[in-house]
């Protein structure tokens, strides 16, 4: 089977692809046709059912796999495939991680070494705070582990959320040992909730598009009052902790331009930034390297619009004569 | 009596005036002493007992109306009074707005007209929602008719955050009038409430400062919390309801620089955004011409900082020949 | 007939289009062609005549209104379509307003209106010189009622002028009523004649392209200078009353890097800027939702470049439950 | 005679000084006393008259020339001169070129530098409306001699317009020879009238302050319409070439926030702006260097918010080793 | 013989081109075939040789000038050349700056003019180092004589460098005559060595692109090493003037944003940035109206991003009535 | 004995003081004095030698610590020490630490801390390269430790640049274990070299100021110089690997406002301009704390312009109830 990324003009293909949505329509002279979007690891394409009742196209939704035979052609520039056989799947003649971009780290122990920063926490709020949603909330922690970190830019797979979050907080934990200005609980706390606003701001995959919610509000707006919801379920957590908590969510972009409507007042919020930003950088660089992976080392990737520069690796210094 | 703009090195003076603050200190050689900070509406000054102790020296705390002898001098370059007696005054001795800057509009006309405007709103939910502010709770009714909308820069008196907001409603109105891609009930409502999280960002006069929620949180989040919080008791609310009302609150600055984390994406928030600044504007322009109402019609005032430009009067055009 | 916008590659068309521009040419091989750009209300698209000789192809010019049958192909990405018989229609066998966009408000009302603004102005010189515009000009009404407020983004179609005009004045008085510090006869004149440089600096529909002086003036300057002219020619206009509302319109504008040389230095031209602003959004954001108007109404419109936001309409708030 | 820069509290002194203004006032206890301020080419110091009306006391006005008796004070940090004999000084027995700052340039020679910048023009339009300003209109030519450049930053002495304009005039001229893109005409026209609006936006010596029209329309603006109301006095001169003429004023400043409403659009008026910020930052320059000539070669300024760094003279190279 | 700006789908072709690089590679059915990129000065085309092996195919590289046959095909939008003969063409049957951009000036007269200058710096120590690049250094001299000044935007011609150098040099002696805080040693010598940098930044044509030690390092750090290291060199160069001339080369863009690490400090440095800009901006303009030579004189060039504006030739004023 | 902070006006006060300076004057009546700027690590005072030849008057210079005996008065606002006895101290009489402002952290231990990362660089060039400064080149060792990384802001202190650069270096080597596209051996060496031009740019203490090559060149440059003056040195040294080490260096600080030529294109260069930045955040807000320690728990600082907020402690979670 070929994924989508190797699809070329005038081929004949067939194999399983994740359906990322279909629609109905019709066409200028009223013949009823599908609108299919396939998708894989690699990419999308698009997919035309011209004969939707033909026997071959069984009944299928997003979000099925299916197993299609088709011919590529290309319109308008871009390729698509007219579909001619369409079977739904089942589990176990497929792989998901073929089709959804997954973070290459074990989500299991991600989350595991995760729990273990929750046990540093020692404030009996914040600790409860953290495990009403990490141990007590099955539904959060399944959106949280399969969650992405963002729709684009960086930690854009199926468990980036979670990866973002642990190296996030490792960096903070790493950050209190040098730093003793820094409150340990508060920051580690402020670290594991940064983002959580994002299993709400941004739909699973295969969608991993905006929310309503996200676009009217943001994962930084839904954080806060998702904090604010769980510390008033608490009895006795304290105001001025939930305040503290919540300004480090607020300002954790750092600059009102990147949609922090605070900048850093405490010193927990300005380390989590820092922290934030970093990982966010390096990992972008890091699947810059990726996407540029077969390109020859001394190769520069071109510009880059994220980091207003060419690019180019380092490569082994042992090879340098 | 003199306001306190009046005074000057060397005078003797004595009357009422208000206690912004007082605190207690050591001089170098170890004698007790008291900080007083008295203030009438045209300023505040420094003042110090230093004979805290003695029988003229009544028992007077923080807010307390204090009728006063004392003589002036200057220190480090600043006026200062050192109090030889000092009374506390009863209700009545004095005209609390001598002591506040205050609307000069009719703060309870201005309330009614307020609920006037709720009374537009059919919306069962906003409706419910705005009553349970503005109608059933006492305490915010107190707050936010005496509240200011801003610690500095415009509308800094009593009764300022209630002139805003109708004056931003109104405004609102107006435009409902005109473009009818406005959804009147969320646009109104979102005028109404969309700055109620002054209430809790900004401590009542005489402090007029910004509370720890202030500093950590800001009035968007606070009155994005607000709403939220109230939703949550109204049965039914619509989740997409609350939802485009917060957002609203949300974008109501207009741009991330000044500390809106969402930029209008409704018609409504646009709406707001637009009447919210042309109200600050002018009424920062109609304070700047208060405060240079001594100076010749013709004359220019400086530059100024927010307009960044030098202003001028228009004066009388009739007068012109 | 059908609209250029419902035009396919393939489709034979017949039906009345108006010429934007004819021009000439020569094919490689020597021989003579014609480039014909035709316009409705709904687009343009070019067309060639490829025998322009031929006895179907009648004798016609840039801005008439041409009957014609031809081939719709496409070249290069974009549709063509091969002119085979061109005729010109006479008055009467077609509707202007189907050829080029125009306010959906009624032109004559909404001059009307704007004529009632001018009899509220009551300082003579002012009133004297709105009238050698607004009454006594045959030719500058024509102008300026069936000019567009701009060449693109908002107000783009016949009207437009006069309607952003009359909306920037009622906004303007609507101000006068509630901020005193504002003249109003100067606020109404400079409201009025905020734009009328407009006329001069973008040429007549179907053009509607930057004139000459467009490009090197604009719109600000030529408007400061037609009142300078006019000005001069009403006996006793006080200079300083010229200085305070050519001031008005250089400053409209707000900021310098939207081309206003000078910040608002007068209420006046506060408040003009203000409602300039204002409208041009509020408008801006109507023509957007009727782009879209086709879209289901939870639909996002997708990133816009003006308002720096994905934008949706609001709907109906009755609906939600 | 001491200049103002040298006095210092406690001196008796005696001499002439040119008086910059004159206005009376009333001490708290209800007696008259005058305020003058005195000035020379070293700045200018605050005089008071608490016996305006003794015998000692001339009647003098702003502008003349007095020589006093006094005695230096200081008040709230400044120094004060207490007048007890007031004389209004004859000519011939100060010298003018001692109370305000001159060019030390000659400045009939540059006026006759200017002169034949103006022959090179051989555009009979454009000529005639460079001698209607600078050979036909005495009391212009009066102004233009006399006029600073501006009110602080450069150039802010007497001459100081006429030496910029003729600098940048000849810089221009240099770039015509090299860049024969440039209309010389054109250009060297556009550089002899760019600043002409300077002489109504600031008051002549010794006040050279701003306008009531420079506040609120600038030099710029002054500048175009001054072109535009003198081409219309010359018979035929074309609409086209008074259009670019009045573009190159308007673009002159180059950027949109220094104030001009047009990015230069022609060749010329990317000259002229180009030579007209060379010879400002250049002057700028030499103007510091005097201003710290009294320093060590080797020292550093300080922070020059113009130039945003530190600066230093380079000193002589051939002292080092 | 075509010119690549004049090759169209369908032709077939033959003549000489420069080929600026060779690579193989293999189809996705594993026959060998060669990517040729051709150029001449009016651009480039993409060529394919799919049969490599053929007789007709001579052996050739990178920097040959080919004599081709070919056929020219669309692929993907592009203009394609499949070469079915190339042969490798021998000096005298063609001219190299049909191949190459060149400036339009003679390269041997310029570096005579830049000579002259370099005569004028009496400083022995600048003297030297001077001579050492462009008098003793046959290498350093082919390089710079035939560089470019740029990979784009202006000067990104053979002699682009040295027509730049000697035009800023040139303005810079102009400025040595007008403004005497001007050391004319230092400014020249900083003026000729001003981008001495960009000999390493920017590989020969016909490559003309970044080299590594570009992307990495600029030619601002590039040409302040150059001059440290030959600096050293010359027994006795003072520290102090070597840190002043490197000071200006560092500071010669201006500004942080357009890469200097420091502003200007010194005067000279302030001129060498003044008139470096002053020769981009108008080569620029020089070059963008060569571009649009075609077009009729008085039609705008559409909006220029360089300029941040619509651009218009002046034209013949004598033609105007 | 008084710290230097403590002194007041109408005291007498004698012990021992840091020499920053000395500068003999002459008053308006001939007399020739001293200037003297007394130091301690609390601040400068100035001080007054009005009898310089008076027996008491000990010979000393900038530097020296003296025993003095003088009176504080108040001058132009600011306090100042008459000087009536002036003994040079010797060392054992004073400590050292009480004069300058210091590391509260061991820096003999940091500086093995220091070595220890050098050691673990294994390619020999770079290796050895760190060698020449930081194990072979005694006079740098001292300078570098004793050096402080700032003029003011942050780490401007003895020994603050070794603590910065551990820290940093610290930082880096927590990234390459958790990012390993970072080649640890380019990223250890960058980060220990990073700062090391600031030996150079801030001349030591007391003075603690820019030097003229620190002013005209920046430690950025000045850096990158010594890698490249060193890198000759080494036999072999790769000429990509100099240039790899130096991009780093000048692409440290991130962006080109804050002086850095180019931004990070390699992932070293990204992570030590993110180390960098943190650590320099992280302690200024530490000194921050320091500076404000008095103040109770829950007070704000005051806005900061370093991080544009108002700060404030977090204080103890477990306090809050």
Known sequence: ????????????????????????????????????????????????????????????????????????????????????????????EYKPSDYLPTSDKNIDEMF??????????????????????????????????????????HHAFVGGLLQHTLYVTNMCYFFTKYYPILNSDLLLTAAICHDIGKTVEISSFPQNDYTDDGQLLGHIMIGAEMIHDTARTIPGFPAKLESDLKHCILAHHGEYEYGSPKKPALAEALALNLADNADARLETMTELFKSNAQKP??????????????????GDLDELK
């Open 1 to 92: 089977m070929l994924y989508i990324q190797e699809l070329n003009e005038g081929m004949k293909i067939s194999g399983i692809y994740l359906v990322k949505s279909r629609t109905s329509a019709t066409t200028k002279n009223g013949k009823n046709y599908d609108n299919v979007i396939l998708m894989d690891k690699t990419g999308t394409v698009d997919g035309k059912i011209w004969d939707p009742d033909s026997p071959g196209i069984d009944d299928f939704n997003a979000l099925d796999y299916v197993d299609i035979i088709g011919d590529v052609s290309r319109y308008n520039g871009s390729l698509q495939v007219s579909l001619k056989r369409v079977r739904v799947a089942k589990e176990g």
């Open 297 to 314: 080392m001394d190769e520069w990737f071109g510009y880059n619009r994220v980091f207003e520069s060419n690019i180019r690796r380092t």
């Open 112 to 153: 595991g070494a995760l729990l273990n920063f929750i046990n540093k926490v020692k404030n009996p709020y914040l600790h409860q705070l953290l495990n009403q949603y990490f141990v007590d909330d099955p539904e959060f922690i399944r959106r949280f582990k399969s969650a992405s970190a963002a729709k684009t830019i």
